[in-house]
Nanobody, 125 residues
Framework: QVQLVESGGGSVQPGGSLRLSCEIS????????MGWFRQAPGKERAAVAA????????YVADSVKGRFAISEDKDKNVLYLQMNSLKPEDSAMYYCAARVRGCNGHWRSAIDFDYWGQGTQVTVS
């Protein structure tokens, strides 16, 4: 059983930064796709960024490109989302997710991910 636990959310002023962390309880596959999604009230869950552990390939949504970066610390089993130049429209619940196959062609689709964390709230105001 894979468990994902997010942390690092909070309240920040526009232009500020936050770093989200996702602790992965168990690596049971040699490589897989890790993603960050966000969901604001009344809106659909949207992909923010993804990272394929096999090749360290990253994917970033156009809406956050240049401001957000996804990375992994394999030694600590932690996935990060560094968020800079935050805007009020970035406010949402942020979720970490894992897909036991590759990212390519699937990283934007929440339904294609197999495991989810409980979420961490980010508020920019």
């Amino acid at each position: 059983q894979v468990q994902l636990v997010e942390s690092g959310g909070g309240s920040v002023q526009p232009g500020g930064s936050l770093r989200l962390s996702c602790e992965i309880s168990l690596y049971i596959y040699s490589s897989y796709c890790m993603g960050w999604f966000r969901q604001a009230p009344g809106k659909e869950r949207a992909a923010v960024a993804a990272h394929y552990t096999g090749t360290a390939t990253t994917y970033v949504a156009d809406s956050v490109k240049g401001r957000f970066a996804i990375s992994e610390d394999k030694d600590k089993n932690v996935l990060y989302l560094q968020m800079n130049s935050l805007k009020p429209e970035d406010s949402a619940m942020y979720y970490c997710a894992a897909r036991v196959r590759g990212c390519n062609g699937h990283w934007r689709s929440a339904i294609d991910f197999d495991y989810w964390g409980q979420g961490t709230q980010v508020t920019v105001s």
